[in-house]
């Protein structure tokens, strides 16, 4: 019979493992055949894209898996194990095992996976797998924002440089907005009659 310090070394692997199902994402793997190499360079890809990789045991990874509601899992818990989870990038693990899925097909394959809570197959997963990495996601998602108000940039750009562009030579620089004209001074022909009834009137001839 286990003694307690194993036992209590296995429930603490058991929490560790509920915590990773807890994760963005993971991928399973059956890593049977893999070489010590291949395994080196594996873990420096999965380091680079801030994966979390573990070799796993089946007994005890059943436990975890009931914690979370994964029972779905639990068939595809045999043979050789490992986990690859995300906390960060619920696309990285899918897309950088299914790299070395394709690469290593004879000895490394996919058993499964999950995302946000849920069991993912292992057609889910190939499909997850060719969804571009985040920062290329975000990218293309800033770029779709920004498109229209580029476009609206570049129109009133061209619209200042229009107002703002100098007059070509030979040609007549826009006339200003006249002012209004101010109101002419009369001329004599044009003087109310009742500067005309001003002028002294001629005497009249005496009676006879």
Request: aromatic share 4%.
């Amino acid at each position: 019979m286990p003694n307690e310090k194993v036992l209590s070394e296995k429930k603490r692997i058991v929490e560790e493992l509920t915590e990773k199902l807890k994760s963005e994402a993971g991928v399973l793997i059956n890593y049977s055949g893999i070489t010590v190499n291949e395994d080196t360079q594996l873990r420096v890809k999965l380091r680079e894209a801030n994966i979390d990789y573990t070799v796993v045991k089946n007994t005890l990874m059943r436990f975890a898996v009931k914690n979370v509601g994964f029972e779905e899992l639990d068939p595809i818990l045999n043979g050789t194990t490992s986990l690859a989870v995300s906390y960060e990038d619920p696309v990285a693990p899918a897309r950088v095992i299914k790299e070395y899925a394709d690469k290593l097909a004879n000895y490394f394959e996919i058993k499964g996976g999950f995302m946000d809570g849920k069991v993912l197959s292992i057609d889910e997963v190939n499909a997850l797998a060719k969804i571009p990495a985040l920062p290329v996601l975000q990218a293309q998602l800033l770029g779709t924002m920004l498109a229209p108000i580029s476009q609206l940039a570049a129109v009133l750009k061209a619209i200042a440089e229009k107002d703002g562009e100098p007059v070509e030579d030979g040609g007549e620089a826009p006339a200003e907005e006249a002012a209004p004209a101010e109101e002419a001074a009369p001329t004599e022909e044009d003087a109310p009659a009742e500067e005309a009834a001003t002028e002294p009137a001629p005497a009249e001839a005496p009676a006879e």
